[in-house]
């Protein structure tokens, strides 16, 4: 069964997701850090973590040279034993980052191998990851499809390259809308993580889809009905 973590920095928005849809982790970035205000990295994850608890946080570098990543990840792994190191698949430069993965998963760090598009990646990454130390495999499904691409086979194959590997979990990434969640079931991913408004939009009742247009047909009208449009 598929695990839903909330994609998102913000403490109120994690403590609803946690009451009200019982996610099973939470994962951010430096990108959705900025955005959300934060200013002090490090107090800001200590503070996530006295909400999620035991639950799988995924916290992300901001190096982009092989030894500073690999520093700020011994550093952000002595915070809690449920966190996962984000880590990008290759550098700015395009370098895929060997010594980095390579190094953290022997010395037992739990990965979150993010920013990953490409069949080639994922066989990089199997050759030097050894099969008990915990990894997430983060595929980025809503830029690839962004690009003109079904993710699905690309899901599909990820499961079956690291199928041996009882260590390695798949999760669709970058998620644009519900019928994602659903893509992300079909093609057997094992995490999903997700914004907060599409979590709920997740969990709502479905409507009828006769309703559906029903209700569509009515916000028009009514629209245009305030709007006093004249012709």
């Not at 955005?35 to 608890?53: A, F, P």
């Not at 037992?108 to 490409?118: W, Y």
């Not at 709920?200 to 629209?223: G, M, R």
């Amino acid at each position: 069964m598929i695990k839903l973590y909330c994609d998102t920095s913000n403490i109120k928005e994690i403590k609803s997701c946690l009451k009200k849809f019982n996610i099973s982790g939470v994962t951010t970035n430096p990108s959705i850090m900025r955005s959300e205000g934060v200013k002090n990295y490090k107090l800001h994850c200590k503070n996530i973590l006295q909400v999620t608890k035991k639950k799988p946080l995924s916290v992300e570098v901001f190096a982009d040279n092989d030894d500073e990543i690999i520093l700020q990840a011994l550093e952000i792994s002595k915070w809690s034993n449920s966190i996962f190191v984000k880590v990008p698949v290759i550098n700015t430069y395009g370098k895929f980052l060997e010594k980095v993965i390579y190094e953290l998963n022997k010395k037992g760090i739990k990965l979150n191998i993010t920013a990953i598009f490409t069949t080639d990646q994922l066989f990089k990454i199997k050759k030097i990851i050894n099969k008990e130390t915990p990894i997430i495999v983060s595929l980025f499904c809503g830029r690839i499809a962004d690009n003109g691409i079904d993710p699905e086979p690309f899901v599909i194959k990820a499961k079956k390259i690291f199928k041996n590997y009882k260590n390695v979990k798949i999760l669709w990434a970058s998620v644009r809308e519900v019928f994602n969640f659903y893509q992300a079931k079909r093609s057997k991913s094992d995490i999903i993580t997700v914004p907060p408004s599409l979590i709920k939009k997740i969990k709502s009742k479905k409507i009828n889809l006769n309703e559906y247009s029903k209700k569509t047909v009515k916000q028009f009208f009514e629209d245009g009905k305030k709007s006093n449009f004249k012709l």
